[in-house]
């Protein structure tokens, strides 16, 4: 059984690679399998879902909500990364949608996908380049049948990146750069391109942002954007308000600006980030906003994998743990909009009295090293070796001024 999934702008010929290399577009194919209940092995011995909340969407019943059968969105548990599965099955008939996937050192997402007996995937996203969302993207390429890969267009020198053009390469799937003011309609779900525009190798701030319409309940999924990039959404003239927001950049106070957060009034947030990550991540800024504009919020450091059912017109909100999010870091943050801004200070204010050798440490110690985070330390390890701090100016996005905080924490050296 195939399916049609309509485009406004219908460029799926236009296949841009580094490889040079142009595919034929495929229908992707299609499962009749339901979707199943979480049983990865992150989750069994949970058993079952122990936190729930059921809401009306905001703006009540309409005529298309009506005979929707249900959706679920699955805001994965894959630690300091992000990943969200989306499937629905409509007269026997399956679709399911990927957006990012995980941290490039890991399967997580992979054995989640099995475990919830996924065999296709109609569109496979990658908001941006860096490592902890384009992680396994490769490995779902070349598991599974893809239908098409939508990439911003921004590139990146890590093997991650290299991995995953070569998977697009050798696979069946159509490939897509979506832009702002796009349009889709894949079954009754609609899909709204809210960012980028243009884009300029500026990854985070680039993110493909996307509002997901299913009947009367709306998400909006923004990567890594930038307050400075939801001010730009918001500028454009877009319908922004919805019911499940899921906070950028990992809740960062690089994202989620309160302008931004007050047009879309979500009743949901929810954002994804490891436990006791070295980021600080979700930040107390962005805690104490949403929890002032009385928004229930939601992390899968506490909470674990967090579940969104719906049927157009009611959700369900699931999750695998009970717990309660409350700013718990000492560390001192800003509202800075420059990209890991925030995460240079909060390491910068650590005492610094031992030297991390960029040219033999460990992928998790150089990411104590300001401005270094999951994408960089890749780079940096791929990029071996240094002959100098200054030399780390190799590293895409480590200037000048990047390395003079560098210098300046004292962290980072080249062993004798």
């Known amino acids: ?17 580094l490889s040079g290399c142009v595919q034929e577009p495929t229908e992707p194919k299609n499962t009749d399998t339901p979707p199943q209940e979480e049983t990865s092995d992150a989750s069994k011995s949970e058993g079952k879902t122990t936190d729930s ?57 992979i054995n989640y996908l099995n475990a919830q ?29 893809v239908g098409e890969v939508w990439l911003s267009g921004n590139t990146s020198t890590s093997q991650t990146f290299q991995r995953l053009l070569a998977a697009i390469d050798s696979s069946d799937a159509d490939y897509y750069e979506p832009r702002m003011g796009d349009e889709f309609e894949v079954g009754p779900l609609e899909i709204d391109v809210l960012y980028p525009k243009t884009i300029s190798e500026n990854d985070n701030k680039e993110s493909i942002s996307l509002k997901i319409t299913y009947g009367d309940v709306r ?32 809740g960062s106070s690089t994202s989620t600006h309160p302008t931004f957060l007050k047009e879309v009034k979500p009743s949901i947030a929810i954002y994804s980030a490891g436990v006791d990550n070295n980021y600080g991540h979700p930040h107390n800024e ?35 743990k009970d717990g309660t999010i409350s700013p718990t870091s000492n560390k001192n943050t800003t509202n800075s909009d420059v990209d890991n801004k925030q995460d240079a200070q909060e390491k910068s204010s650590q005492p610094s009295n031992r030297c991390i050798d960029v040219n033999s440490a460990t992928f998790e110690q150089v990411q104590e090293i300001i401005h270094i985070g999951p994408a960089r330390a890749e780079d940096l390890l791929n990029l071996r070796p240094y002959t100098s701090v200054d030399d780390l100016s190799r590293i895409s996005g480590i200037g000048p001024a990047r390395i003079d905080d560098i210098k300046s924490q004292g962290l980072a050296c080249i062993g004798g």
């Open 117 to 145: 007996h996924v065999s296709q995937i109609d569109i496979a996203i990658g908001t941006h380049p860096d490592a902890d969302h384009i992680g396994q993207l490769d490995k779902v390429l070349n598991k599974f049948d």
């Open 1 to 17: 059984m195939h399916k049609r999934i309509i485009l406004t702008l219908f460029s799926l010929f236009t296949f841009f690679l």
């Open 286 to 320: 962005v805690v104490n906003l949403i929890q002032r504009s009385d928004i229930t919020l939601y992390g899968t450091d506490v909470h674990g994998t967090v579940i969104v059912s719906t049927d157009g017109e009611n959700y369900e909100v699931l999750t695998k």
């Open 53 to 109: 909340s059921t809401q009306n969407s905001k703006d009540g019943t309409t005529e298309g909500s009506t005979n929707l059968s249900g959706l679920k969105v699955h805001y994965i548990d894959v630690g300091q990364a992000d990943s969200t599965l989306l499937q629905y099955s409509q007269d026997g008939e399956s679709t399911t949608i990927l957006i990012d996937a995980g941290n490039w050192n890991t399967n997580e997402v």
């Open 219 to 250: 998400f909006i999924f923004t990567g890594d954007a930038s307050k400075s990039d939801e001010l730009n959404m918001l500028q454009s003239g877009f319908d922004l308000q919805a019911d499940i927001l899921q906070l950028g950049h990992h």
